[in-house]
């Protein structure tokens, strides 16, 4: 597992204890007592460390190389998942994907961004960077969904809808301008998570949605704090101060009320228990479906709209 | 070199000029100006009542949102509306300067109070709601401000029953205002939806320049989608995709008529026949079986 900068004087200790339980076995000496504290300072450590993140450090966790993906979560959450490919349109961008599935008995449409584990795996899902045939694929779920009553899931990890030639061609910000408008018209209940990375109108193009939650340590941004620094500080090695300022964090953003909630990650992050990840994730959809369910779609609607048309801070 | 290369780095050269606003030459005084196109100098008062259009190569100058009122409105009808809103500082954003800096002095600059003039108006005698953006306000980016008075001129179209005309110029986004300002597009975005719902024309008009966020929500949301002659518009900036994927662009991406080959609008405009051209669309979506 790769261990980020930040990470190293807590890894040092463990391996420092790993050594000294070595020690004590092979020598026959007892130091229990020893191990026992250093083990629980340790853990306090640990807390303590991963409970006062700079939002860079958060930064490091949410872009981490064993993060769960979109299909560790389909996989962790949801049962009988089947993929539905293609824009119908001549493109199955494979950055974005979405399908069928189940979770607790419920059919539901499941939408998400898709980053890769390995170098090899990122080229096939273009580092989870969108084209606009994504969100036209996702587009044409969102409708399969209204067309059979079922709550559309999106899941969002993306540093942003990809930047390319073909991608200004077939007109990326129209892709995108039209996903918020019809995410606006859906008559079934939407929940958007953002899991990993929550980059500009590359992730909004999927989270105009009725409940939007993130993970702990996810960060949703109107722009990624290198290109903010490179704007204007002129200088992208000011990603740190950018992402300081931005105010990037899930706590942030619940404060900011732009979310309805932080779902909680095992401790160091959700690549290191990925089986709690699942959990703590399904357990919110399931309760946010549950609420949802009981509104006429007329009152979802309208409740969907007042809350983005909240937003926003003025004089007046 | 050969002559063909020359051509094409001289054209290539003349659209970088665009890039950069027409400025006032204080070496002549501010009696005159260049044009960036086609290196003439001319008379300011000429260019003017050319409607900001160069006499001489009918390159289109950027023009900022009062102009733009007077120009495509008829004289006099325009009433500003919300003019009372004004930016706050939520996040208490700094770069190299303080974001109530920057918005103290783009005020000074521009004697706005903001990148967006909401109001109503008459368009060769129809009303209508619309929302003209100005680019010298710090880059017409989109904070809470222009989204709110974007989204209250689409609802005042909803409750009037009348056509809604949004004139885009934007660098997209604006960072200071953060997460907020992204929400701004969802917010804007969801207006459109009421506006398609109640079966209200909205005509888009994307000017020079149309990018990021506002061309990712209300801009390309239009029924019907003008570009104004010699706009450029995009998602992504020109240098972060030549950065992305490593070559050099067309001389021509991003521009109107580059969109109009990819069939992303519906035609381009000149300035002077804008405002002919919104009346003519208005006229002829008048039909008997109004919603």
């Not at chain 2, 780095?9 to 005159?32: F, N, V």
């Not at chain 2, 405002?275 to 006229?283: F, G």
């Amino acid at each position: 597992m790769t261990i980020l900068e930040f990470e190293k004087p807590l890894y040092e200790i463990e391996e420092k204890i790993k050594e000294l339980k070595e020690i004590s076995e092979s020598s026959g000496m007892d130091v229990t007592e020893q191990i026992n504290t250093f083990e629980q300072q340790a853990m306090e450590y640990k807390k303590e460390l991963y409970a006062n993140l700079t939002p860079s450090q958060r930064i490091q966790i949410a872009r981490h190389a064993d993060r769960p993906t979109f299909l560790d979560y389909v996989k962790l959450i949801t049962t009988d998942f089947t993929e539905l490919h293609g824009d119908r349109e001549g493109t199955d961008d494979r950055a974005i994907i979405g399908g069928i599935a189940k979770i607790n008995n419920q059919s539901v449409v499941i939408i998400g961004t898709q980053k890769g584990k390995t170098t090899k795996e990122n080229l096939i899902y273009n580092f989870g960077m969108p084209q606009p045939q994504g969100y036209r694929k996702a587009l044409r779920l969102f409708y399969h969904a209204n067309k059979f009553h079922m709550p559309i899931i999106t899941l969002i990890d993306t540093p942003g809808a990809y930047p390319g030639m073909k991608a200004e061609e077939t007109a990326q910000g129209t892709a995108i301008a039209v996903n918020l408008r019809e995410m606006a018209k859906m008559e079934v209940p939407i929940i958007a998570v953002i899991t990993g990375e929550g980059c500009s109108g590359g992730a909004l193009g999927l989270a105009v949605a009725d409940r939007v939650y993130m993970l702990e340590h996810s960060y949703y941004t109107v722009i990624s704090p290198e290109g903010c620094a490179s704007i204007l500080w002129r200088d992208a090695s000011k990603a740190d101060v950018a992402a300081e300022a931005l105010k990037i964090t899930s706590e942030d953003l619940l404060k900011l009320e732009i979310i309805d909630d932080i779902i909680k990650e095992p401790l160091g992050g959700a690549h290191c228990d990925y089986e709690t990840a699942g959990n703590n994730l399904k357990e919110t959809i399931v309760k946010a479906m549950d609420e949802l369910k009981k509104l006429p779609a007329d009152k979802l609607k309208e409740e969907r709209y007042n809350k983005f048309r909240r937003m926003g801070v003025f004089c007046q | 070199m050969t002559v063909k290369d020359w051509f094409e780095q001289r054209k290539e050269m003349q659209i970088a000029r665009r890039a950069q606003d027409t400025q006032i030459d204080d070496s002549i005084g501010k009696l005159w100006i260049k044009c960036f196109n086609c290196n003439s100098q001319l008379l300011r008062k000429e260019v003017e009542e050319n409607l900001e259009v160069c006499p001489k190569c009918g390159y289109h100058f950027r023009i900022n949102a009062r102009t733009r009122i007077n120009q495509l409105f008829d004289e006099g009808t325009f009433e500003e509306l919300f003019g009372n809103i004004t930016t706050a500082d939520p996040l208490e954003f700094s770069d190299t300067e303080t974001y109530k800096k920057r918005i103290t002095l783009a005020k000074a600059k521009t004697n706005m109070n903001e990148a967006v003039i909401s109001g109503i108006g008459k368009i060769e005698g129809n009303t209508v709601a619309a929302a003209v953006m100005d680019f010298e306000f710090m880059g017409g980016s989109m904070g809470s401000v222009v989204g709110e008075k974007v989204t209250l001129a689409m609802e005042e179209a909803l409750k009037r029953k009348i056509p809604m005309i949004a004139v885009t110029a934007s660098g997209g986004a604006r960072m200071q205002e953060s997460i907020l300002s992204l929400m701004q597009m969802a917010k804007t975005s969801c207006a459109v939806a009421k506006l398609n719902e109640a079966g209200l024309l909205y005509i888009t008009v994307l000017t020079e320049p149309t990018f990021g966020g506002v061309t990712a929500s209300f801009a390309t949301l239009g029924d019907i989608i003008i570009a104004e002659q010699d706009a450029r518009i995009g998602f992504a900036g020109r240098r972060v995709i030549e950065q992305t994927i490593r070559q050099s662009l067309p001389a021509d991406f991003q521009t109107a008529n580059y969109l109009m080959k990819y069939g992303q609008i519906d035609m381009i405009s000149s300035r002077a026949e804008l405002k002919s051209t919104i009346a003519k669309l208005i006229n002829l979506h008048k039909t008997e079986n109004k919603k």
